[in-house]
């Protein structure tokens, strides 16, 4: 046993770096996917049947595939599509992509429900205003919608940064992929996918108990 506890605080170091990667990736994940989500959302709710369409086509991929295939997809088939050499560091940008494309159709999911339950005379006043279509959803609109998003989009930070364990399969030097390293190495796989696990489970609880310490200020603000 004190050997085992020699080996985790031997492997505190690469585990760390690897976190530290894991957290750069669904930080960059998550900010692609809101950008995408808002748009996907807006267009899902257009007027328009070929934005819509469009909007309904993405969302209903990408959350219809496993987020593991669409790594692969995006690691391998999309090089030989574009016919481009894959640089040294496209494990780290096919990680953040293909997690941004599948965050973005959750997330456009979450933004369209919060939208939808803004009160629709709200933009009906608004328009009385003079307001324009756009200006009642930029002014009006938007800024409730996204108050009231927010601890969802906390949860989809959480399910995603679980999710990122995937991006191993494309040899990215995440906490998982470290973690299957040092396994390999010192034939420990208890010892080492135990250590791992906590620092998923640390990560996690930080997150949860910040989401939830949000929603409560959002609840407290929207009693006053």
Do not use: C
């Amino acid at each position: 046993m004190e050997l085992r506890w020699e080996l985790m605080i031997d492997s505190l170091r690469p585990l760390l770096k690897g976190t530290v990667i894991t957290l750069e990736l669904t930080a960059g994940a998550v900010a692609m996917g809101i950008v995408i989500g808002l748009f996907m959302a807006l267009m899902r709710l257009s007027n328009s049947r070929i934005l819509r369409g469009f909007a309904i086509a993405y969302i209903d991929f990408f959350r219809g595939t496993p987020l593991l295939v669409q790594i692969l997809m995006v690691y391998f088939a999309v090089p030989q599509l574009l016919n481009f050499q894959i640089p040294n560091n496209y494990q780290f940008i096919a990680g953040i992509l293909a997690m941004g494309l599948n965050s973005g159709a959750y997330i456009a999911e979450i933004f369209r429900a919060g939208i939808q339950s803004i009160d629709k005379g709200q933009g009906e006043a608004a328009r009385s205003l003079g307001m324009s279509h756009g200006q009642a959803m930029r002014y009006v609109i938007l800024p409730q919608a996204f108050k009231r998003v927010i601890p969802p989009l906390g949860n989809e930070f959480i399910a995603l940064l679980k999710d990122s364990s995937l991006v191993s399969i494309i040899a990215l030097q995440d906490l998982m992929y470290t973690g299957k390293l040092i396994v390999s190495r010192t034939y420990q796989p208890f010892v080492i996918y135990l250590e791992v696990a906590l620092f998923y489970l640390v990560m996690t609880l930080i997150l949860s108990r910040f989401v939830n310490y949000t929603e409560r200020r959002l609840g407290k603000s929207d009693n006053r």
